[in-house]
């Protein structure tokens, strides 16, 4: 028989989204799978929708939490799952009929088995933008990781393949203190033990439905800081040990964490709370760390940031900095 591979779908309000997802689950040409529908605390018809769906599947589990989070309501999946593998699907994404199959046939122990996918931009006619296109040709070595993660295939937890064995004897867990980022923080403490590179299924085999809520706007976030600090600290943590003092790619992910404690800077000018004066000594707090200086001499060093961004940030000239980078002269 087929090695069983558990599907893990966290819900919260997906009344309008869970039906495709589930069939599209259920209609997987892979057949050996138990799908766990972790119900976070839904105030709509998601749980209703869900029940039937289980009492005509006997392969359906689901779980009620309260509402605690996406993170939790993983982490509840991962507990209750049997499988020798493990998937995860949002509740508004659909899969391709051979997904499951796919990443299990193309499985490889020692590294990070991926896919690529659609985005579909909901209200566009579900515009589909490509996340499969690289200018570079991926080799399935390390030195893969700084593309894959550019291209957003390392940051979220759908289109990839998990070894149940590693998550649960190392207590590997989504991180229920953050709400943005988690997804990466998981993937990085699990490539600890799949670190041979990358196994891509050069095919698009998920479909990522980006809503309305997921449309970047401008408004303060108030768990960012902590989010994008974990990130930063984890992401260079990761690189010295991931590719042991390679300076071509620790540079590059370091300038990728400097970029993230960028984006938490911008962040604290958007905080309704504090005055002009106290956003400014926010971002300067931030970014007059020793780390980051450091960063931004070896990175314009590098030629990996422009002149006009180095002299802005080497003479501490935050303000200006983010007004510029706000109106996206730099690309």
Not at 62 to 70: D, L, S
Not at 97 to 106: C, D, F, M, Q, W
Not at 161 to 184: A, H, R, T, V
């Amino acid at each position: 028989m087929d090695d069983l591979v558990s599907v893990i779908i966290p819900a919260y309000n997906a009344q309008k989204y869970i039906k495709k997802c589930i069939e599209s689950v259920l209609n997987q040409t892979y057949a050996h799978i138990e799908i766990i529908i972790v119900n976070d605390g839904s105030k709509d018809d998601t749980l209703k929708i869900c029940k039937s769906y289980a009492k005509n599947n006997s392969n359906v589990k689901i779980i009620t939490t309260k509402n605690r989070g996406v993170s939790y309501a993983r982490n509840s999946g991962i507990n209750s799952s049997n499988g020798k593998y493990i998937v995860f699907i949002d509740s508004d994404d659909y899969v391709d009929r051979e997904y499951i199959s796919a990443l299990i046939t193309n499985y490889d122990d020692n590294k990070l088995t991926l896919c690529g996918y659609y985005e579909v931009i909901e209200n566009i006619n579900n515009k589909l933008n490509s996340k499969l296109n690289f200018k570079e040709k991926i080799t399935g070595l390390k030195e893969d990781f700084y593309l894959l993660y550019n291209n957003g295939l390392i940051n979220s937890n759908f289109c990839k393949l998990y070894l149940s064995n590693i998550i649960k004897s190392n207590e590997i867990k989504f991180d229920e203190e953050i709400s943005i980022g988690e997804d990466l923080l998981f993937n990085l403490e699990y490539m600890k033990y799949v670190n041979d590179g990358f196994k891509l299924v050069e095919l698009h085999l998920y479909y990522y439905v980006k809503r309305k809520r997921d449309s970047l706007s401008i408004r303060y976030n108030k768990d960012m800081l902590l989010s994008k600090m974990k990130i930063y600290n984890n992401l260079n943590d990761f690189a010295k040990s991931y590719f042991l003092e390679n300076t071509q790619y620790t540079l590059k992910i370091r300038l990728a964490s400097f970029n993230i404690l960028i984006s938490a800077a911008s962040n604290e000018f958007h905080n309704k709370h504090k005055n002009l004066l106290e956003r400014y000594i926010s971002c300067k707090k931030l970014l007059s760390v020793k780390e980051v200086i450091n960063i931004i001499n070896i990175a314009y060093k590098d030629k990996l940031i422009s002149y006009s961004r180095y002299f802005l940030l080497k003479n501490k000239m935050y303000l200006i900095y983010m007004v510029i980078k706000k109106l996206k002269i730099w690309r």
